[in-house]
């Protein structure tokens, strides 16, 4: 039972243009979420968060947004670089010492 | 501040062998957590300790996985016997309690089963 989904597993991006990940979830309870940017042969790293008291939140050229309605949030990068190619997962969970759902990613590539 | 460390980084066996993870967190770290991530999917939680108390194992398959975190610093996984549907990168991760909604990875161990 995927609770949360990334149903893009590609996208590419020119450099300097705007790249918007997507990713969805099924649990109303769910009330804070992340994303993690994932290199090759490398763990995951924490990128930016938001919790269900927000709609939006924004660190530098990444700005997550939050539609609770739709179940769906989004993360936007602006303007991308080819630094940013990597894989990026989106994560929910219950409160932040609870379990963490993952999405299963989307490899974003940036080209110059 | 060093980062989570993870042996061995690579591990191949043949299926019923068993094999053993060696994870440690960043200091001050109180919660620990092993993820298992299958090629092409998410991590999945495997089992989440609060020091050196089990909070979550719900998905650890205990018939075949278990995992312990003796003092509440390093923790090992073990898996016996293997199957080949065990193959994956297992990702040990920590959270301190002042950031507790940011896991901190390490850079997984990569397990193959033939």
């Known amino acids: 039972d995927q609770q949360v989904k990334q149903n893009s597993p590609s996208l590419s991006v020119q450099e300097g243009r705007i790249s918007i990940l997507n990713c969805d979830y099924t649990?109303?309870?769910?009330?804070?979420f992340l994303w993690y940017k994932k290199y090759p042969a490398e763990g995951p790293t924490f990128l930016i968060s938001i919790s269900s008291i927000k709609d939006k939140n924004e660190d530098g050229r990444f700005t997550v947004f939050l539609n609770k309605s739709a179940k769906h949030l989004s993360l936007h990068i602006v303007p991308s670089q080819p630094g940013d190619s990597a894989v990026y997962f989106c994560?929910?969970?219950?409160?932040?010492?609870?379990?963490?759902?993952f999405g299963t990613g989307t490899s974003l590539t940036v080209i110059p | 501040e060093a980062g989570v460390a993870q042996s061995p980084r690579y591990k191949i066996i043949e299926k019923r062998q068993s094999v053993a993870f060696w994870c440690n967190p960043i200091s001050g770290h109180a919660t620990l957590y092993w993820y298992q991530q299958i090629l092409g999917q998410g991590p999945k939680l495997l089992i989440q300790?609060?020091?050196?108390?089990?909070?979550?194992d719900s998905q650890l398959p205990k018939d075949r996985f278990s995992a312990e975190r003796l003092k509440g610093v390093d923790s090992t996984l073990k898996i016996q016997p293997a199957k080949l549907e065990d193959s994956a990168v297992y990702l040990c991760a920590s959270s301190s309690p002042l950031r507790a909604g940011e896991l901190f990875f390490g850079e997984g161990s990569r397990l193959t089963v033939l």
């Open positions: 300790f609060q020091n050196n108390g089990v909070v979550d």
């Open positions: 649990n109303s309870m769910f009330d804070y």
């Open positions: 994560a929910a969970s219950r409160g932040t010492g609870n379990q963490f759902y």
